[in-house]
T-cell receptor, first 112, second 111 residues
Framework: KAGVTQTPRYLIKTRGQQVTLSCSPI?????VSWYQQTPGQGLQFLFEYFSETQRNKGNFPGRFSGRQFSNSRSEMNVSTLELGDSALYLC???????????FGPGTRLTVL | EDQVTQSPEALRLQEGESSSLNCSYT??????LFWYRQDPGKGPEFLFT???AGEEKEKERLKATLTKKESFLHITAPKPEDSATYLCAVRLIQGAQKLVFGQGTRLTINP
């Protein structure tokens, strides 16, 4: 069974731009969560989607948003990029919200 | 505030030298403790889930245990391929159903 896939794997943007990251969960998984990983803060929860509905949101500004489609694929968007948004963005999927989460390889975002 | 603390931050061992990694947590409610392994440039790889004090799980050279306030990841006779960052995470009962991660332990096994 294929794992979680994320596209693109690498991205370079400049301050003020916006970016959209994509995540395809493991086949059959309906829950998708997003995390931001930085050397200073470690892994931090962004939001969780299940059945196209956002169930929970972490402590991030409104510039960070996401959505989930009917096929469980998910996207996250970051508007008005700041230098501090440079990070590895990880997507994780699970069958249901309280099941074990399996992570994708991440998208490395660099903001210049 | 809910917190997960891992120690040590970094650990260097010789091949075959057994040791333990610690994950302590102060949370108002626990709905599972998870161990992940992360290699450089990759996403975390799931290892174990523990739900209640006294529970133990094993996989090859790894064994995870859980008490009311901490978890240990025991590594027996490690090999160089066990080198990675080991992450501990807890799922909370109250509030968001999210994983709260520790900062990780960077483990290096020298041949």
């Amino acid at each position: 069974k294929a794992g979680v896939t994320q596209t693109p794997r690498y991205l370079i943007k400049t301050r003020g731009q916006q970016v959209t990251l994509s995540c395809s969960p493991i086949s059959g998984h309906r829950s998708v969560s997003w995390y931001q990983q930085t050397p200073g803060q470690g892994l931090q929860f962004l939001f969780e989607y299940f059945s196209e509905t956002q169930r929970n949101k972490g402590n991030f500004p409104g510039r960070f948003s996401g959505r989930q489609f009917s096929n469980s694929r998910s996207e996250m968007n970051v508007s008005t990029l700041e230098l501090g948004d440079s990070a590895l963005y990880l997507c994780a999927s699970s069958l249901y919200p309280l099941d074990t989460q399996y992570f994708g390889p991440g998208t490395r975002l660099t903001v210049l | 505030e809910d917190q997960v603390t891992q120690s040590p931050e970094a650990l260097r061992l010789q091949e075959g030298e057994s040791s333990s990694l610690n994950c302590s947590y102060t949370v108002s409610g626990l709905r599972g403790l998870f161990w992940y392994r992360q290699d450089p440039g990759k996403g975390p790889e799931f290892l174990f889930t523990l739900y209640s004090a006294g529970e133990e799980k094993e996989k090859e050279r790894l064994k995870a245990t859980l008490t009311k306030k901490e978890s240990f990841l025991h590594i027996t006779a490690p090999k160089p391929e066990d080198s990675a960052t080991y992450l501990c995470a807890v799922r909370l009962i109250q509030g968001a159903q999210k994983l709260v991660f520790g900062q990780g332990t960077r483990l290096t096994i020298n041949p």
